[in-house]
């Protein structure tokens, strides 16, 4: 790693320290930040460490050592100082946690190559290697970032990510504004601000990632529902990954066959150590969703397209890859399978959020006319 020519991080391992260096990054435009964690037997990301580059300098900050990190959410959540990050998803999530917000305004990097025609999903090293010509060694990727001292490897991996990290932003940027690409960079992530804010709150919208849950009858959606969000608050309190609560089959039995007794509890595939310490809850659950009258039940699941509706969201895709070939972009990107689907069941009646800004011009009003020209229904298949 030496010949990658890195600056000696300046470790910060105290509040004092945090406090007094964040009035520093307060006076900065931007940021490149990144973060190590561990997340096996978790629901929360355990952070290892905290990397945050200007052009000249690096630090790692020690989350172990950290209890007070106002002045640094206030760096996070500074109008004037963009905040870099590649695949942010996961570093929004451990910044939340720790300090209570997320970051923005946000620039990702790792969006910005898909834009600027790099290619989907690019990853970090493959990024730096395409753009600056300089490949970084990915030997400290799966390390234990919990463990202390890190390893002069973890350290040098550590520092390299977000040293070339704020490397690769001016480049991209030129390009994208070059391009008047960079309004939808800008737009995408406070889409993804706003999706990472309300993940921690939304916990009754937790039902709708059940498997098959729209094959269940709107009663027991009902009662999906609440065990769902049951599910949701009790891996967050044993900080547990939510199958070693229950599993998705598990809640889909307990609220297609309306559990009554502990017996029962078992059958539909809850663990014994759950029902152990959960069985008094989650029997109430049911009984009290089983009793609610329909106007306090949620939003019905949607069903699986109709063949015909699945046949005119084959026909929107191939549109959508024309769209995208012709500016250089990943189809995905450019519109989704989700935002396709929604598309086509609101049939022109509404566009999708996500469809609206600048997607409409780009490739939204082109879909929207070949809705208008089809007469296929967007009915809800009944498989």
């Known amino acids: 790693m030496s010949m990658l020519n890195l600056p000696a991080p300046q ?45 000249e300098d690096c630090w790692l900050i ?34 939340r946690r720790l300090c209570g917000v997320v970051p923005q305004p946000l620039f990702d990097t790792q969006l910005a190559m898909a834009l600027a025609g790099e290619g989907s999903s690019v990853g970090f090293q493959k990024a730096v290697e395409s753009l600056l010509g300089i490949a970084i060694p990915k030997e400290a990727t799966r ?74 009858r709107p009663l027991e959606q009902n009662i999906l529902q609440s065990l769902s969000e049951w599910r949701e608050l009790e891996a967050r309190r044993l900080d547990v990954p939510r199958n070693k609560v229950a599993d998705d089959q598990t809640l889909w039995n307990l609220a297609r066959f309306k559990a009554r007794n502990r017996d029962q509890l078992s059958k539909a ?12 809850e989650v029997l109430k659950r049911i009984e009290v969703a089983l009793g609610q009258p329909p106007e306090q039940w949620p939003e019905a699941l949607t ?17 959508v890859v024309a769209r995208a070939e012709e500016l250089q972009v990943p189809a995905e990107i ?10 086509v069941r609101a049939r022109g009646k509404t566009v999708p959020e996500p469809l609206q800004g600048w997607r409409y011009s780009v490739i939204t009003q082109e879909l929207t006319v070949l809705l208008e020209q089809s007469t296929d229904p967007a009915e809800e298949s009944d498989e």
Not at 269 to 280: D, K, L, P, V
Not at 303 to 319: D, F, H, V, W
Not at 334 to 343: S, W, Y
Request: charged share 30%; net charge negative.
């Open 143 to 216: 390390s234990d970032w919990l463990k202390r001292p890190l390893s002069d490897v973890q350290i040098d991996y550590a520092t390299a990510d977000v040293y070339f990290l704020r490397r690769l932003y001016p480049g991209l940027r030129e390009r994208l504004e070059d391009t008047g690409r960079l309004v939808w960079l800008q737009e995408e992530a406070e889409r993804t601000v706003q999706a990472a804010a309300e993940a921690e709150t939304d916990l009754k919208a937790s039902y709708r990632r059940v498997k098959l849950g729209w094959k269940l």
């Open 269 to 280: 595939g809850m663990r014994s150590n759950i029902i152990r310490e959960s069985a008094r």
């Open 62 to 95: 020690d989350p172990l050592a950290i209890s007070d990190w106002q002045p640094f959410a206030d760096v996070l959540t500074a109008p004037d100082v963009v905040k870099i990050f590649h695949a942010c998803a996961e570093d929004l999530e451990v910044c």
């Open 11 to 55: 470790w910060v391992e105290s509040d004092d320290a945090l406090a007094q260096i964040c009035q520093q990054w307060l006076q900065e435009a931007c940021l490149a930040l990144d973060t190590e964690f561990v997340r096996m037997t978790t629901f929360y990301p355990q952070p290892g460490l905290i990397q945050v580059a200007t052009l």
């Open 334 to 343: 450019l519109a989704n399978k989700k935002m396709i689907e929604a598309l």
């Open 303 to 319: 069903r699986p397209l109709s063949i015909s509706a699945g046949n005119l969201m084959k026909t929107l895709k191939k549109k």
